[in-house]
């Protein structure tokens, strides 16, 4: 039984998060500069502890999808044929980095601090895993292809 992997992936940055070995909580683990993550996943797949990813899908208040979906397509693509053995499901991330910003706020985390967008990306990128965990409680499986 293997962890779950998620990507807040942005223009500038990709959030990560990743689950524990059951797969009961979120934790964000780091941020990544865009133009390194293809290299940061094959390291970090090459362990072989996770076995799924989560992608938060970008979409807009008509439950479509948002503009930002444009660069993270050519990632998708690349990660299916790179990986196709392992699973990977898209989940919507409307509101996460509003959520983050939030939690920061209520945890006393100071302005200066707050402002740190890289510690945004990777709050939300828990949020996004913490919220598909709970969204799929009931599944056998977690991701599917």
Known sequence: MGRLLCLDYGRKRVGVAVTDPLKIIASGIE??????????????????????IVVG?????????????????????????????????????RFT???????????????MKRRDKSLVDKISAALILQSYLDSTKNREQYPVK
Do not use: C
């Open 57 to 93: 899908y970008p979409k807009t208040l008509r439950n479509e999808p948002s503009e930002a979906i444009q660069y993270i397509n050519p990632f998708l693509k690349w990660f299916r044929k790179e990986f196709p053995n392992v699973l990977l499901d898209l989940y919507d991330e």
């Open 97 to 111: 980095s509003r959520m983050a910003e939030r939690t920061l706020i209520e945890a006393g985390v100071p302005k």
């Open 31 to 52: 941020t990544i500069p865009t133009h390194q993550i293809r290299e940061y996943i094959r390291s970090y797949l090459s362990g072989g502890e996770v076995e799924g």
